[in-house]
């Protein structure tokens, strides 16, 4: 049978969404597994173990864009079965258009109500679970889904060796005066999103208190795209202003050799540390050991969007009592700016553990 999954949206909800496949094909061994996803993303499933298509989809297309390659892609796929995980909603309505069989997924904007016979109505914002166990939850209407159900998955990725990665990665450091001999860190201070992040200087702030802990013995990789400048300008300013750090700081753009290049380079990281973005899944997936920041909002938490893995990982919140589920109260709140309560000593304890064992 075939089963396509509809993920065509960021990095870190696709990542999360994999499992999915996996908990598939131990219902069905025999199945084939095709993912709509976002070209962003493609890089993510090179050599997937339970996903063998991948059907590249611009949810920012025009309407009539995305119904035409929608077309294209049921009429070359031809599922048997279609879920709805997130991102764009027009192969939802191309497959009930095609009379796909099995239309299951996420009800939640009204159309989908329409479209999909074998939907299920979620509300994520409650946090009952992580986001992996709710994509998980979509197959529920599956033969022998109570298999599965109470399975605990981890997300899988298998990331092709590109030789060159590595050695261009050591040239390009090495021309900017790094020793490129030194094992690396790598630190990403951005993010997407309206999810709260630690003040970009403590970044910079924690750097500097690993640099003196550690005097040139490590480099510290600081990983960005061009989404993420403003999160830099903190974090630079606090290298700037400590002599000769420069000389084992290199701010490293992912964007420039593409996504497959990036994991290529950061699986080789002694640590990473970053918020809730989709880099920061991509280290975990890679069992690279990973400190990684969260807001305390409850549909932000890493109750629900914590990086999973089989190296070890720590997250950090700040401690307070948030009484928000959505978004920041702002001003309002008595923790106001709550995530410049968390220190840089909070990030080291773990750290240490990570560095230091």
């Known amino acids: 049978m075939k089963y396509l999954i509809n993920r065509s949206d960021a990095i870190g909800d696709n990542i999360l969404t994999t499992p999915m496949a996996q908990a598939i094909f131990e219902l069905d061994p025999e199945a084939e597994i095709g993912i709509i996803t976002s070209y962003l993303c493609r890089d993510l ?4 173990p339970y996903i063998s298509r991948v059907f590249h989809f611009d949810k920012k297309d025009s309407y009539w864009h995305k119904i035409k390659k929608s077309l294209v892609i049921f009429k070359e796929f ?30 939640s904007r009204w159309t989908t109500f329409l479209v999909l016979n074998k939907g299920i109505r979620q509300k994520r914002s409650q946090v009952a679970q992580h986001e992996i166990f709710y994509n998980v939850d979509l197959l529920k209407h ?24 590595r050695k261009e990665f050591n040239e390009e450091i090495k021309s900017a005066g790094l020793n490129e001999s030194l094992p690396f860190i790598v ?11 630690w ?30 400048n403003t999160y830099l300008l903190g974090t630079r300013d606090e290298i700037d202003a400590e002599e000769n750090l420069s000389k084992n700081v290199y701010f490293f753009d992912g964007s420039k050799k593409g996504l497959l290049n990036y994991m290529n380079v950061i699986k080789e990281a002694k640590l990473f540390i970053g918020p809730s973005t989709g880099t920061t899944h991509i280290a975990a997936s890679l069992e690279v050991p990973v400190v990684s920041i969260f807001s305390p909002i409850k549909a932000q938490s890493a109750l629900r969007w914590g990086p999973k893995g089989k190296g070890q990982i720590f997250t950090v919140t700040p401690n307070v009592v948030c009484g928000e589920t959505l978004k920041c109260a702002g001003q309002t709140c008595p ?13 080291l304890v773990h750290i240490k553990k990570i560095l230091e064992n």
């Open 199 to 228: 003040p970009s200087r403590n970044y910079g702030r924690l750097i500097r208190r690993l640099n003196l802990l550690y005097p040139n013995k490590y480099n510290y990789i600081i990983s960005h795209t061009p989404s993420d």
């Open 335 to 347: 923790y106001y700016e709550c995530m410049s309560k968390i220190e840089v000593d909070d990030l």
């Open 187 to 197: 630190i990403h201070p951005g993010m997407t999103g309206h999810t709260l992040n």
């Open 45 to 48: 499933y090179h050599e997937h």
């Open 78 to 107: 031809d599922p048997d079965f279609y879920f709805y995980v997130g991102g764009s909603q027009t192969p939802n309505f191309v497959a009930w258009l095609k009379s796909v069989p099995f239309r299951g997924g996420i009800l």
């Open 142 to 165: 599956l033969s022998g889904f109570e298999k599965v159900d109470d399975k605990e998955y981890l997300p899988v990725m298998i990331v092709p060796k590109k030789i060159d990665a």
